[in-house]
């Protein structure tokens, strides 16, 4: 799980405006200027190349930040050839379902740069969480915060592209702002959002970024919250917390990667967790009901039994036995095992 991966997607300018034999020369341009730029991966090979229309993105087995800086440099050095060509840079675990996902982002990520004018020959965009990462970069430009519609709130360029909505320059709330956790607690998750953004840039740790991702959820971004404790993870392995927030990723080799990390931190360090037996038999649930879902019946037998003899004498193992029985289309046995969950349970059903 600790493998990195950095995509850099291309978007070559003026595609619209190119030949098919003048498309194939501007990829094949890109791809040897991309190859001169010598440096800007950190000595890392590309891993895959993957080309469509006017996209290109370079997969490489380097660490996000670090590629990012230096490619930056680089780019701001030598150019990233023809005018109007966009930069998008994002990164991920290394691994099938996440690369993919990862090279998806870096495609979504170039599409928001779509109108882009002004002076500047070439645009790079990062999302939000990979800028954080890289602001404080010496070498770093200053990228600006792209707001509006057309764009979502959470992306930054370089340069300042013309004609493009760009927030004010974040300040520092004043001492006197009221917490994070207050504002949570009146239902003020946008402002809550943006006053642990501002904890984040002076003292970054693990319990802001918890609450941030959990701001994100609620605010309807469910893949912005995916991100923030996925960053998290990789910052801070030991936060039990937010192992079985990572159930709510899509890809199922890397939830379950997460859900299966958790479980091996809390059976090694049971003292992270105020309650290990509880924690353990939350995520053997559900590693189990991903289990059924992809029709491995005696692995999701196996499991819920297992979280039964951790904890026993809760509903919950016999609500994810209901739902697998709907799913096969048994009715009549999920009522049955609904109602001695309530039995057992009433609070949690």
Request: some cysteine; glycine content about 12%; overall charge positive.
């Amino acid at each position: 799980m600790g493998a990195q991966i950095t995509c850099v997607g291309f978007r070559v300018g003026g595609w619209e405006r190119l030949g098919t034999p003048d498309r194939i020369r501007a990829r094949v341009d890109l791809v040897e200027r991309v190859r001169r730029l010598r440096g800007f991966a950190g000595g890392a090979k590309v891993d895959a190349l993957l080309a469509a229309g006017e996209f290109l993105v370079f997969v490489l087995r380097a660490e996000p930040a670090d590629t990012t800086v230096a490619l930056v440099d680089a780019l701001r050095r030598h150019g990233a050839g023809r005018e109007g060509t966009r930069v998008g840079v994002t990164g991920g675990s290394a691994g099938p379902a996440s690369g993919a996902e990862a090279v998806a982002e870096t495609v979504r990520l170039l599409g928001r740069g779509r109108g882009f004018g002004g002076e500047a020959p070439f645009y790079v965009l990062l999302g939000d969480l990979l800028h954080w990462h890289v602001r404080s970069a010496s070498s770093l430009p200053r990228f600006q915060r792209v707001r509006g519609e057309a764009f979502g709130p959470d992306w930054w360029v370089w340069p300042r592209p013309g004609g493009v909505p760009v927030s004010p320059a974040r300040r520092e709330p004043p001492a006197a702002a009221r917490p994070a956790r207050a504002l949570v607690r009146d239902g003020d998750h946008a402002a809550a959002a943006e006053r642990l953004r501002g904890v984040l840039r002076v003292r970054p740790g693990a319990e802001p970024l918890l609450a941030l991702g959990e701001c994100h959820l609620v605010l309807g971004e469910r893949r912005a919250a995916v991100e923030t404790w996925r960053y998290l993870l990789r910052r801070y392995p030991l936060t039990l917390a937010a192992y079985p927030l990572m159930d709510l990723v899509e890809p199922d080799d890397v939830a379950r990667g997460y859900l299966a990390e958790g479980l091996r931190v809390v059976r090694a360090s049971p003292g992270l967790a105020a309650e290990p037996d509880r924690f353990e038999h939350g995520l053997l649930l559900a590693l189990a009901a991903r289990a059924y879902r992809r029709g491995e019946q005696r692995a999701g037998d196996r499991l819920v039994n297992e979280a039964a003899d951790v904890h026993p004498g809760g509903g919950a193992p016999l609500r994810v036995l209901a739902v697998e029985a709907l799913r096969r289309g048994d009715r009549a046995g999920a009522r049955r095992l609904l109602a001695a969950a309530l039995a057992r349970q009433p609070e949690e059903t």
